[in-house]
């Protein structure tokens, strides 16, 4: 049988015929099935678009505060530790974050002495916390007796203000700023003193060896309020 045969027969036999009208209408239904899919699923996804919950996550802060002092003398390095108790992550949805002020003024008493130089480092430790933070300042350094200021985001991307979220529900996003892990242990506070001397002091017993250094700690904690935006 040549190849003219086959074409013929395939088009003039009626059950060939019968066949090729089968499967046209079924590539038909098919285009049409497809295209019926496509929009129904599309308007279902641009309604849901429309009707999808809007929330506003908010934050109310308690905060834990410590102070201490100590005298670091010249030329050392000390490092002072702070822990806060385990009740504030019992009563609150999560640690915010850490804020650390060093104060000092020049005590020594003697005339003509100036502001000792004095440098603070948050070291970044095993305290699980945002270490890596952009807005974080884990260091600090005052020559003129001003007050160095110290901030750690321990919650990651915790900033404490009012934003608004789409979809999902209340309690997703209460459960993803709820987690007591962040900022339990210790954080250690490095903190060294250059003392400078009285102008033109010539006797040893007029000199300034040390320095009194006050330092506040501040975690502040939040519990989240993630309440449904009516339209
Ligand atoms: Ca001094
Ligand atoms: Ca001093």
Redesign the pocket.
Known sequence: MSSDNVLHDLFLDEESKQRLSIFVAFCLVLAVYHATVYWVVMDEDIAAKDTMAMYSVSFETNTYTDQETRTIDDGDREVLSFEVPTSMFDDHDGFGMLMVTINYQ?T?GQVA????TVAADLKPNNVKADWQDERNVLSGLSTDCSTISLALTVFPDYIGNQTQVAGMSAEHWTSQWTDDSHGRGMFELQIEVD???PAGSVLPTVS?DDEEVTVSWEAVFFDVVVEEIEA
């Open positions: 020049e020594s002495d100036g502001c000792d003392a400078s001397q300034d």
